[in-house]
Protein backbone atom coordinates (compact mmCIF):
# COMPACT_ATOMS: atom_id res chain seq x y z
CA UNK A 1 0.00 0.00 0.00
CA UNK A 2 1.19 3.22 -0.66
CA UNK A 3 1.24 5.64 2.24
CA UNK A 4 0.42 9.41 1.63
CA UNK A 5 3.12 11.83 4.09
CA UNK A 6 0.99 14.80 4.91
CA UNK A 7 1.52 17.97 7.22
CA UNK A 8 -0.40 19.76 10.30
CA UNK A 9 0.70 22.89 9.88
CA UNK A 10 -0.77 22.58 5.95
CA UNK A 11 -4.84 23.20 5.77
CA UNK A 12 -5.25 21.64 2.37
CA UNK A 13 -3.61 18.18 3.62
CA UNK A 14 -5.99 18.26 6.59
CA UNK A 15 -9.06 18.62 4.44
CA UNK A 16 -6.90 15.14 2.38
CA UNK A 17 -7.15 13.65 5.68
CA UNK A 18 -10.20 14.23 6.54
CA UNK A 19 -11.51 12.96 3.02
CA UNK A 20 -9.69 9.74 3.43
CA UNK A 21 -11.40 9.28 6.74
CA UNK A 22 -14.68 10.07 5.20
CA UNK A 23 -14.34 7.24 2.21
CA UNK A 24 -13.37 4.55 5.06
CA UNK A 25 -9.41 5.12 4.76
CA UNK A 26 -7.01 5.01 7.88
CA UNK A 27 -4.80 7.88 8.49
CA UNK A 28 -2.08 8.27 11.90
CA UNK A 29 -2.74 11.92 13.17
CA UNK A 30 -1.21 13.35 16.10
CA UNK A 31 -2.71 14.00 19.18
CA UNK A 32 -1.54 15.55 22.82
CA UNK A 33 -0.78 11.94 24.56
CA UNK A 34 0.78 9.74 21.52
CA UNK A 35 -0.20 9.44 18.01
CA UNK A 36 -3.04 7.87 16.98
CA UNK A 37 -4.58 5.25 14.25
CA UNK A 38 -7.49 7.27 13.05
CA UNK A 39 -10.70 5.58 11.44
CA UNK A 40 -14.84 6.28 10.95
CA UNK A 41 -15.41 4.88 14.85
CA UNK A 42 -19.49 4.14 13.32
CA UNK A 43 -18.62 1.81 10.57
CA UNK A 44 -17.52 -2.08 11.54
CA UNK A 45 -15.47 -2.36 8.30
CA UNK A 46 -13.41 0.53 8.91
CA UNK A 47 -12.72 -0.52 12.39
CA UNK A 48 -11.05 -3.72 11.19
CA UNK A 49 -8.79 -2.23 9.33
CA UNK A 50 -7.24 -0.81 12.24
CA UNK A 51 -7.01 -4.06 13.97
CA UNK A 52 -5.41 -5.32 10.55
CA UNK A 53 -2.98 -3.10 10.27
CA UNK A 54 -1.37 -2.62 14.07
CA UNK A 55 -2.38 -6.71 14.07
CA UNK A 56 -4.07 -5.84 17.24
CA UNK A 57 -6.27 -8.48 18.75
CA UNK A 58 -10.64 -7.87 17.90
CA UNK A 59 -11.36 -8.13 21.29
CA UNK A 60 -9.06 -4.98 22.71
CA UNK A 61 -11.75 -1.81 22.65
CA UNK A 62 -10.81 1.49 20.81
CA UNK A 63 -11.15 5.21 22.23
CA UNK A 64 -13.60 7.17 20.16
CA UNK A 65 -12.47 10.47 19.69
CA UNK A 66 -14.93 13.55 19.06
CA UNK A 67 -13.75 17.66 19.04
CA UNK A 68 -17.09 18.57 20.88
CA UNK A 69 -18.27 17.97 23.92
CA UNK A 70 -22.08 17.82 22.51
CA UNK A 71 -21.31 15.11 20.01
CA UNK A 72 -21.04 12.51 23.01
CA UNK A 73 -24.42 12.16 23.74
CA UNK A 74 -25.23 10.42 20.41
CA UNK A 75 -22.81 8.00 21.60
CA UNK A 76 -23.96 6.64 24.99
CA UNK A 77 -27.47 5.72 26.25
CA UNK A 78 -27.14 8.99 28.90
CA UNK A 79 -24.47 11.19 29.77
CA UNK A 80 -24.43 10.69 33.88
CA UNK A 81 -23.75 14.08 35.55
CA UNK A 82 -20.35 12.37 36.62
CA UNK A 83 -19.34 12.59 32.97
CA UNK A 84 -20.76 16.17 32.66
CA UNK A 85 -18.61 17.37 35.42
CA UNK A 86 -15.28 15.51 34.25
CA UNK A 87 -16.01 16.95 30.78
CA UNK A 88 -15.96 20.23 32.45
CA UNK A 89 -12.67 19.88 34.62
CA UNK A 90 -11.18 17.88 31.61
CA UNK A 91 -11.92 17.66 27.85
CA UNK A 92 -10.63 18.97 26.05
CA UNK A 93 -7.63 16.96 27.28
CA UNK A 94 -6.01 13.24 28.03
CA UNK A 95 -9.21 11.92 29.34
CA UNK A 96 -11.39 8.73 28.22
CA UNK A 97 -14.47 8.01 29.98
CA UNK A 98 -16.51 4.60 29.32
CA UNK A 99 -20.36 4.73 29.45
CA UNK A 100 -22.91 1.84 27.97
CA UNK A 101 -22.73 2.76 24.09
CA UNK A 102 -25.43 3.58 21.84
CA UNK A 103 -26.66 1.81 19.04
CA UNK A 104 -24.29 4.09 16.85
CA UNK A 105 -21.74 2.30 18.15
CA UNK A 106 -20.53 -1.06 16.24
CA UNK A 107 -19.06 -4.08 18.17
CA UNK A 108 -15.72 -3.73 16.55
CA UNK A 109 -15.36 -0.40 18.08
CA UNK A 110 -15.92 -1.59 21.56
CA UNK A 111 -14.06 -4.91 21.25
CA UNK A 112 -17.69 -6.91 21.25
CA UNK A 113 -18.41 -4.88 25.10
CA UNK A 114 -21.46 -3.52 25.67
CA UNK A 115 -19.41 -0.12 26.62
CA UNK A 116 -17.88 2.58 24.57
CA UNK A 117 -14.75 4.65 25.12
CA UNK A 118 -14.90 8.55 24.16
CA UNK A 119 -12.38 11.14 24.86
CA UNK A 120 -12.51 14.78 23.11
CA UNK A 121 -8.52 15.17 22.43
CA UNK A 122 -6.76 18.75 22.98
CA UNK A 123 -4.32 18.71 20.11
CA UNK A 124 -5.71 21.36 17.63
CA UNK A 125 -4.42 19.42 14.36
CA UNK A 126 -6.18 16.14 15.40
CA UNK A 127 -9.67 18.71 16.49
CA UNK A 128 -9.30 19.75 12.97
CA UNK A 129 -8.49 16.05 11.55
CA UNK A 130 -12.45 15.00 13.20
CA UNK A 131 -13.82 18.55 12.08
CA UNK A 132 -12.81 17.77 8.86
CA UNK A 133 -13.95 14.60 8.38
CA UNK A 134 -17.35 15.00 10.24
CA UNK A 135 -16.99 11.51 12.03
CA UNK A 136 -16.12 10.19 15.56
CA UNK A 137 -12.70 8.48 15.11
CA UNK A 138 -11.44 5.41 16.44
CA UNK A 139 -8.02 5.68 17.24
CA UNK A 140 -5.56 3.55 18.99
CA UNK A 141 -2.31 4.23 18.98
CA UNK A 142 -0.56 4.54 16.02
CA UNK A 143 2.35 1.41 16.25
CA UNK A 144 2.02 -2.40 15.92
CA UNK A 145 0.61 -4.06 18.21
CA UNK A 146 2.69 -4.29 21.64
CA UNK A 147 5.08 -1.69 20.29
CA UNK A 148 6.19 1.38 22.61
CA UNK A 149 3.48 3.52 22.01
CA UNK A 150 4.32 6.66 19.00
CA UNK A 151 5.07 9.97 20.34
CA UNK A 152 7.00 11.21 17.23
CA UNK A 153 6.18 11.51 13.89
CA UNK A 154 9.61 9.47 13.02
CA UNK A 155 7.73 6.81 15.42
CA UNK A 156 4.84 6.90 13.45
CA UNK A 157 6.70 6.31 9.93
CA UNK A 158 8.86 3.36 11.25
CA UNK A 159 5.94 1.24 12.17
CA UNK A 160 3.25 2.03 9.84
CA UNK A 161 4.29 3.52 6.45
CA UNK A 162 3.11 1.06 4.04
CA UNK A 163 0.15 -0.54 6.29
CA UNK A 164 -2.20 3.01 6.02
CA UNK A 165 -3.26 4.97 3.27
CA UNK A 166 -1.93 8.63 4.87
CA UNK A 167 0.69 9.85 7.62
CA UNK A 168 -0.18 13.20 9.22
CA UNK A 169 3.08 15.16 10.90
CA UNK A 170 1.97 17.09 13.73
CA UNK A 171 5.05 17.20 15.55
CA UNK A 172 6.27 15.52 19.19
CA UNK A 173 3.12 14.54 21.16
CA UNK A 174 2.95 16.41 24.34
CA UNK A 175 2.21 14.24 27.37
CA UNK A 176 3.42 11.31 26.07
CA UNK A 177 1.58 8.66 27.17
CA UNK A 178 -1.57 7.91 26.29
CA UNK A 179 -4.93 9.23 28.08
CA UNK A 180 -6.53 8.19 31.38
CA UNK A 181 -9.76 5.88 31.10
CA UNK A 182 -12.02 5.82 34.01
CA UNK A 183 -15.30 3.72 33.64
CA UNK A 184 -18.45 5.73 34.53
CA UNK A 185 -20.44 1.82 33.32
CA UNK A 186 -20.52 1.11 37.76
CA UNK A 187 -21.38 1.86 40.65
CA UNK A 188 -18.52 3.69 41.41
CA UNK A 189 -15.98 5.19 39.00
CA UNK A 190 -12.91 3.04 38.22
CA UNK A 191 -9.44 4.26 36.84
CA UNK A 192 -8.45 1.57 34.46
CA UNK A 193 -5.53 2.93 32.96
CA UNK A 194 -3.83 6.17 34.24
CA UNK A 195 -2.59 9.22 32.27
CA UNK A 196 -1.85 12.83 32.31
CA UNK A 197 -5.02 13.48 34.28
CA UNK A 198 -4.25 12.11 38.01
CA UNK A 199 -5.99 9.84 40.20
CA UNK A 200 -6.05 12.83 42.39
CA UNK A 201 -7.38 14.88 39.86
CA UNK A 202 -10.21 12.72 39.58
CA UNK A 203 -11.23 12.50 42.81
CA UNK A 204 -11.18 15.91 43.63
CA UNK A 205 -13.50 16.18 40.94
CA UNK A 206 -15.82 12.98 41.45
CA UNK A 207 -15.09 12.01 45.61
CA UNK A 208 -14.31 8.34 45.67
CA UNK A 209 -12.74 6.59 42.28
CA UNK A 210 -11.24 3.38 42.76
CA UNK A 211 -8.17 1.55 41.27
CA UNK A 212 -8.92 -1.46 38.96
CA UNK A 213 -6.43 -3.85 40.33
CA UNK A 214 -5.08 -4.19 36.89
CA UNK A 215 -3.39 -0.78 36.73
CA UNK A 216 -0.67 -1.71 39.22
CA UNK A 217 -0.73 -5.90 38.68
CA UNK A 218 -1.31 -8.19 35.57
CA UNK A 219 -4.92 -9.26 34.40
CA UNK A 220 -6.12 -12.62 36.07
CA UNK A 221 -5.97 -16.00 33.22
CA UNK A 222 -8.66 -15.11 30.72
CA UNK A 223 -10.00 -11.77 32.28
CA UNK A 224 -11.17 -9.88 29.48
CA UNK A 225 -9.90 -6.09 28.83
CA UNK A 226 -12.40 -2.97 29.39
CA UNK A 227 -10.07 -0.60 28.65
CA UNK A 228 -6.86 -0.16 26.17
CA UNK A 229 -3.38 -1.03 27.62
CA UNK A 230 -4.50 -3.73 30.19
CA UNK A 231 -3.04 -6.29 28.57
CA UNK A 232 -0.10 -8.47 30.36
CA UNK A 233 3.01 -7.13 28.24
CA UNK A 234 2.51 -3.97 26.04
CA UNK A 235 4.22 -1.06 24.82
CA UNK A 236 7.32 -3.20 24.51
CA UNK A 237 10.72 -2.86 22.93
CA UNK A 238 12.82 -5.35 21.21
CA UNK A 239 14.87 -4.96 23.93
CA UNK A 240 13.87 -6.79 27.66
CA UNK A 241 13.55 -4.52 30.04
CA UNK A 242 13.63 -5.21 33.66
CA UNK A 243 12.04 -2.89 36.36
CA UNK A 244 14.43 -2.64 39.32
CA UNK A 245 13.02 -1.32 42.29
CA UNK A 246 15.78 0.31 44.64
CA UNK A 247 17.29 3.68 45.69
CA UNK A 248 19.45 5.62 43.73
CA UNK A 249 22.63 4.11 44.59
CA UNK A 250 21.37 0.41 44.86
CA UNK A 251 19.79 0.59 41.47
CA UNK A 252 23.56 1.91 39.75
CA UNK A 253 25.70 -0.14 41.97
CA UNK A 254 23.10 -3.57 40.63
CA UNK A 255 23.12 -2.53 37.21
CA UNK A 256 26.78 -1.36 37.16
CA UNK A 257 27.85 -5.01 38.67
CA UNK A 258 25.75 -6.59 35.59
CA UNK A 259 27.27 -4.91 33.34
CA UNK A 260 25.44 -6.66 30.94
CA UNK A 261 22.98 -3.75 29.75
CA UNK A 262 21.79 0.26 29.66
CA UNK A 263 20.40 2.04 32.76
CA UNK A 264 16.95 3.57 31.55
CA UNK A 265 17.57 5.85 34.40
CA UNK A 266 16.39 9.37 35.82
CA UNK A 267 18.86 12.46 34.87
CA UNK A 268 19.73 12.44 38.46
CA UNK A 269 21.52 9.06 38.51
CA UNK A 270 23.34 9.43 34.85
CA UNK A 271 26.62 10.68 36.96
CA UNK A 272 26.55 6.98 39.01
CA UNK A 273 26.24 5.02 35.90
CA UNK A 274 29.29 2.92 34.38
CA UNK A 275 27.29 1.51 32.05
CA UNK A 276 25.52 3.02 28.71
CA UNK A 277 22.44 5.49 29.70
CA UNK A 278 19.17 6.36 28.49
CA UNK A 279 17.55 9.24 30.83
CA UNK A 280 13.82 9.40 31.17
CA UNK A 281 12.76 12.39 33.00
CA UNK A 282 13.96 13.49 36.61
CA UNK A 283 13.26 11.40 39.33
CA UNK A 284 10.59 13.68 40.77
CA UNK A 285 8.96 14.74 37.91
CA UNK A 286 6.37 12.26 36.55
CA UNK A 287 5.58 14.94 33.67
CA UNK A 288 8.89 15.02 32.38
CA UNK A 289 9.46 11.05 32.42
CA UNK A 290 5.84 10.48 30.26
CA UNK A 291 7.00 13.46 27.86
CA UNK A 292 10.29 11.22 26.87
CA UNK A 293 9.47 7.20 28.34
CA UNK A 294 8.25 5.86 24.99
CA UNK A 295 11.16 7.78 22.98
CA UNK A 296 13.38 6.56 25.00
CA UNK A 297 11.88 2.96 24.62
CA UNK A 298 11.90 3.78 21.04
CA UNK A 299 15.74 4.25 21.25
CA UNK A 300 16.57 1.05 22.77
CA UNK A 301 15.82 -0.43 19.36
CA UNK A 302 17.06 2.10 17.30
CA UNK A 303 20.50 1.24 19.09
CA UNK A 304 19.78 -2.80 18.84
CA UNK A 305 19.87 -2.49 22.71
CA UNK A 306 19.22 -6.48 23.85
CA UNK A 307 18.74 -5.19 27.44
CA UNK A 308 17.85 -2.51 29.89
CA UNK A 309 17.37 -1.92 33.61
CA UNK A 310 14.82 0.47 34.18
CA UNK A 311 15.00 2.96 37.40
CA UNK A 312 11.94 2.14 39.45
CA UNK A 313 9.09 5.57 39.08
CA UNK A 314 7.13 6.76 41.93
CA UNK A 315 3.41 5.64 41.41
CA UNK A 316 2.50 9.30 42.36
CA UNK A 317 0.78 11.64 40.89
CA UNK A 318 1.50 11.38 36.53
CA UNK A 319 4.40 8.64 38.51
CA UNK A 320 1.69 6.20 38.01
CA UNK A 321 1.28 5.97 34.25
CA UNK A 322 4.66 5.56 33.92
CA UNK A 323 4.93 3.28 36.66
CA UNK A 324 2.01 1.42 34.51
CA UNK A 325 3.62 1.26 31.37
CA UNK A 326 7.12 0.51 32.18
CA UNK A 327 5.51 -2.65 34.24
CA UNK A 328 4.11 -3.81 30.86
CA UNK A 329 6.91 -2.93 29.07
CA UNK A 330 9.15 -5.27 31.38
CA UNK A 331 6.23 -8.14 31.38
CA UNK A 332 6.35 -7.49 35.20
CA UNK A 333 10.14 -8.42 35.81
CA UNK A 334 10.92 -6.94 38.64
CA UNK A 335 14.09 -6.86 40.48
CA UNK A 336 14.90 -5.63 44.09
CA UNK A 337 18.76 -6.25 44.29
CA UNK A 338 18.96 -6.42 47.86
CA UNK A 339 15.37 -7.93 49.05
CA UNK A 340 14.53 -4.34 51.37
CA UNK A 341 13.17 -1.34 51.25
CA UNK A 342 14.73 2.49 52.46
CA UNK A 343 11.71 4.70 53.31
CA UNK A 344 12.79 8.16 53.67
CA UNK A 345 10.70 10.01 56.22
CA UNK A 346 10.38 13.56 55.79
CA UNK A 347 8.50 16.69 56.40
CA UNK A 348 8.90 20.25 57.60
CA UNK A 349 8.49 20.94 61.28
CA UNK A 350 5.71 19.83 63.55
CA UNK A 351 4.25 17.57 60.92
CA UNK A 352 3.88 14.40 63.25
CA UNK A 353 7.47 12.43 62.06
CA UNK A 354 8.08 11.27 64.72
CA UNK A 355 4.84 9.79 65.13
CA UNK A 356 4.66 8.33 62.05
CA UNK A 357 8.24 6.73 62.85
CA UNK A 358 6.58 5.43 66.21
CA UNK A 359 4.07 3.42 64.46
CA UNK A 360 6.81 2.09 61.73
CA UNK A 361 8.83 0.99 64.34
CA UNK A 362 6.35 -0.50 66.32
CA UNK A 363 5.00 -2.66 62.66
CA UNK A 364 8.68 -4.21 62.98
CA UNK A 365 10.63 -1.70 60.86
CA UNK A 366 14.18 -0.36 61.39
CA UNK A 367 13.85 3.21 62.15
CA UNK A 368 16.82 5.42 62.33
CA UNK A 369 16.29 9.00 63.97
CA UNK A 370 18.43 11.18 62.25
CA UNK A 371 17.99 13.72 64.77
CA UNK A 372 19.20 11.36 67.52
CA UNK A 373 21.93 10.63 65.14
CA UNK A 374 23.05 14.52 65.20
CA UNK A 375 23.18 14.08 68.52
CA UNK A 376 25.84 11.97 69.09
CA UNK A 377 29.65 13.03 70.23
CA UNK A 378 30.49 11.00 66.55
CA UNK A 379 29.16 14.44 64.78
CA UNK A 380 29.78 16.98 67.39
CA UNK A 381 33.62 16.34 68.20
CA UNK A 382 35.35 18.95 68.64
CA UNK A 383 36.41 19.82 65.06
CA UNK A 384 32.96 20.15 64.19
CA UNK A 385 32.90 22.48 67.59
CA UNK A 386 35.04 24.60 66.11
CA UNK A 387 33.76 25.63 62.57
CA UNK A 388 30.58 25.79 64.29
CA UNK A 389 31.79 28.51 66.48
CA UNK A 390 33.72 30.04 63.59
CA UNK A 391 30.71 30.24 61.62
CA UNK A 392 28.01 31.23 64.04
CA UNK A 393 30.38 32.78 66.86
CA UNK A 394 31.58 31.78 69.97
CA UNK A 395 28.46 32.29 72.14
CA UNK A 396 27.08 28.55 70.22
CA UNK A 397 29.96 26.77 72.19
CA UNK A 398 29.85 26.87 76.44
CA UNK A 399 32.51 25.04 78.20
CA UNK A 400 33.38 22.98 75.36
CA UNK A 401 29.57 21.87 74.80
CA UNK A 402 27.47 22.74 72.21
CA UNK A 403 24.60 25.37 72.67
CA UNK A 404 21.87 24.09 70.94
CA UNK A 405 18.96 26.82 71.64
CA UNK A 406 21.74 29.85 70.85
CA UNK A 407 22.65 27.44 67.60
CA UNK A 408 19.10 27.23 66.31
CA UNK A 409 18.14 31.05 66.95
CA UNK A 410 21.30 32.02 64.54
CA UNK A 411 21.66 28.88 62.23
CA UNK A 412 17.85 29.34 61.62
CA UNK A 413 18.28 33.34 60.61
CA UNK A 414 18.75 32.90 56.94
CA UNK A 415 18.49 30.16 54.17
CA UNK A 416 22.10 31.05 53.78
CA UNK A 417 23.13 30.08 57.55
CA UNK A 418 21.37 26.92 57.06
CA UNK A 419 22.61 25.89 53.94
CA UNK A 420 26.65 26.45 56.17
CA UNK A 421 24.89 24.28 58.91
CA UNK A 422 24.24 21.80 56.62
CA UNK A 423 28.33 22.66 54.96
CA UNK A 424 29.12 21.88 58.61
CA UNK A 425 27.35 19.03 59.81
CA UNK A 426 25.44 16.98 57.13
CA UNK A 427 28.71 14.99 56.34
CA UNK A 428 29.70 13.84 59.88
CA UNK A 429 25.70 13.11 60.22
CA UNK A 430 25.53 11.03 56.84
CA UNK A 431 28.85 9.39 58.23
CA UNK A 432 26.95 8.11 61.23
CA UNK A 433 23.41 7.50 59.32
CA UNK A 434 25.00 5.43 57.36
CA UNK A 435 26.71 3.77 60.09
CA UNK A 436 23.05 2.70 61.09
CA UNK A 437 22.01 1.80 58.21
CA UNK A 438 24.57 -1.04 57.78
CA UNK A 439 23.46 -2.28 61.27
CA UNK A 440 19.89 -2.53 60.24
CA UNK A 441 20.78 -3.99 57.00
CA UNK A 442 23.48 -6.85 59.08
CA UNK A 443 20.59 -7.47 61.21
CA UNK A 444 17.89 -8.54 58.38
CA UNK A 445 15.21 -5.76 58.48
CA UNK A 446 13.44 -5.54 54.88
CA UNK A 447 12.15 -1.91 55.46
CA UNK A 448 14.84 0.60 56.91
CA UNK A 449 13.11 4.17 57.78
CA UNK A 450 15.06 7.02 58.09
CA UNK A 451 13.65 9.57 60.25
CA UNK A 452 15.50 12.56 58.65
CA UNK A 453 13.77 16.22 58.89
CA UNK A 454 16.86 17.85 56.28
CA UNK A 455 16.30 14.26 53.99
CA UNK A 456 16.94 15.95 50.65
CA UNK A 457 19.14 18.79 51.90
CA UNK A 458 21.87 16.22 53.17
CA UNK A 459 21.55 14.15 49.95
CA UNK A 460 20.39 11.19 51.31
CA UNK A 461 17.01 10.77 49.01
CA UNK A 462 19.63 8.81 46.85
CA UNK A 463 19.66 5.81 49.42
CA UNK A 464 15.91 5.61 49.54
CA UNK A 465 13.70 3.46 47.11
CA UNK A 466 10.87 5.45 48.80
CA UNK A 467 10.13 9.06 50.23
CA UNK A 468 7.34 9.48 52.45
CA UNK A 469 6.37 12.90 53.52
CA UNK A 470 3.94 13.92 56.69
CA UNK A 471 2.51 17.38 56.62
CA UNK A 472 0.03 19.14 58.41
CA UNK A 473 -1.51 22.78 57.93
CA UNK A 474 1.33 25.38 59.37
CA UNK A 475 -1.01 26.74 62.50
CA UNK A 476 -1.20 23.10 63.31
CA UNK A 477 2.45 22.59 63.06
CA UNK A 478 3.08 25.97 64.88
CA UNK A 479 1.22 24.57 67.58
CA UNK A 480 2.88 21.27 68.17
CA UNK A 481 6.25 23.30 68.03
CA UNK A 482 5.00 25.88 70.99
CA UNK A 483 4.07 22.64 72.84
CA UNK A 484 7.18 20.26 72.17
CA UNK A 485 10.33 22.76 71.85
CA UNK A 486 9.34 25.48 74.53
CA UNK A 487 10.18 28.12 72.02
CA UNK A 488 8.90 32.02 71.63
CA UNK A 489 5.97 32.22 68.77
CA UNK A 490 8.37 34.49 67.16
CA UNK A 491 11.57 31.78 67.57
CA UNK A 492 8.73 29.22 66.27
CA UNK A 493 7.84 30.97 63.31
CA UNK A 494 11.17 32.25 62.26
CA UNK A 495 11.88 28.21 62.44
CA UNK A 496 8.84 27.45 59.80
CA UNK A 497 9.94 30.42 57.70
CA UNK A 498 13.45 29.13 57.12
CA UNK A 499 12.32 26.05 56.19
CA UNK A 500 11.63 24.87 52.33
CA UNK A 501 7.69 24.99 51.52
CA UNK A 502 5.40 22.46 51.91
CA UNK A 503 5.28 21.60 47.91
CA UNK A 504 9.42 20.96 47.78
CA UNK A 505 8.56 18.08 50.11
CA UNK A 506 5.31 16.48 48.69
CA UNK A 507 6.40 17.22 44.96
CA UNK A 508 9.64 14.59 45.94
CA UNK A 509 6.84 12.17 47.70
CA UNK A 510 6.13 8.60 47.25
CA UNK A 511 2.87 9.16 50.08
CA UNK A 512 1.90 12.20 51.95
CA UNK A 513 0.80 10.99 54.69
CA UNK A 514 -1.81 14.54 55.96
CA UNK A 515 -1.31 14.79 59.81
CA UNK A 516 -4.18 17.21 60.78
CA UNK A 517 -6.15 17.32 63.53
CA UNK A 518 -8.50 13.90 62.91
CA UNK A 519 -5.91 12.13 60.61
CA UNK A 520 -5.68 8.18 61.25
CA UNK A 521 -2.46 7.86 61.53
CA UNK A 522 -2.49 3.82 61.85
CA UNK A 523 -4.26 3.34 59.11
CA UNK A 524 -2.23 5.92 56.78
CA UNK A 525 0.53 3.53 57.45
CA UNK A 526 -0.74 0.45 57.13
CA UNK A 527 -1.64 1.72 53.23
CA UNK A 528 1.88 2.34 52.71
CA UNK A 529 3.34 -0.66 54.41
CA UNK A 530 0.36 -2.87 52.25
CA UNK A 531 1.84 -1.11 49.31
CA UNK A 532 5.41 -2.24 49.53
CA UNK A 533 4.33 -6.05 50.54
CA UNK A 534 5.37 -8.24 47.49
CA UNK A 535 2.89 -9.55 45.38
Not at 169 to 194: H, M, N, W
Not at 258 to 287: I, N, Q
Not at 509 to 522: F, I, Q, R, S
Amino acid sequence: METILLDGQNAQDIRRAGEILQKGGLVAIPTETVYGLAGNALCGETVKKIYQAKGRPSDNPLIVHINKTEQLASLVQEVPESARKLAEAFWPGPLTMILPKSSLIPPETSGGLSTVAVRCPSHPVARAVIEAAGLPLAAPSANLTGRPSPTTFAHVQADLTGRVDALLDGGDCQVGVESTVITLAEETPRLLRPGGVTLAQLRRVLGEVVVDPAVLHRMEEGQRAASPGMKYKHYAPAAEVVLVDASPEEYADYVNARGDGWALCFTETVSRMEVPVLPYGGRYDGASQAHVLFDALHRLDVQGIKKAYAQMPSKRGVGLAVYNRLIRAAGFQVINPQSHHILGLTGPSGAGKSTVGEILRRQGCFVIDCDQVTRSPQVYDAACLEELAQAFGPEVVQNDALNRQELARRAFSSQKARARLGEITFPRILRQVRACMREGQEQGFSLLVLDAPTLFEAGLDGACSRILVVDAPKEERLRRILRRDGLSEEAALRRLEAQPSGDFYTSRADWVVENGPGADLEASVAALLDDLRPE
